[in-house]
């Protein structure tokens, strides 16, 4: 069985998003300079893989505006983890924040990007765990 701590999994996460692991609907303003772009889904997705804890979902809001969702972890320990956050760079915020259960089996929406993604980092740190 593999052991993972947090820094390995960030670094292969990092080094593993790209233009087609990216959200479709994000997919045009994507770029190597923000790579954590339309990637909060499919990362959070990743985490709970992991690490476990509860999925969190947050309206994004730009100038009064809603633009999306925005996805998290909440650890078991409590701890929120937000490994894509830094991909607001325009003034964002995130409001409207509630815990979502995980639907079972795959994932309901990105399952191609979510399984492209999961390969790649199993390239960097080895098999994860099967999805919760």
Known sequence: MSTWNLL??????????????????????????NPAWGH????ALIVNDVFGGDLVLGEVHLDGTQHGFHWWNRLPSGVE????RE?????????TVRVVERPPGPAP???EEYLLLRERVTQHIGPLPDPA
Do not use: N
């Open 109 to 111: 929406r990105r399952q």
């Open 8 to 33: 390995d999994l960030d670094g292969a996460l990092r080094a593993s998003w790209a233009a087609d692991t990216c959200s479709p609907d994000d997919r045009a303003e994507w770029q190597a300079g």
């Open 40 to 43: 909060c889904d499919i990362t």
């Open 87 to 95: 991909q607001f760079r325009r003034g964002q915020t995130v409001t």
């Open 81 to 84: 983890l937000d490994l894509t």
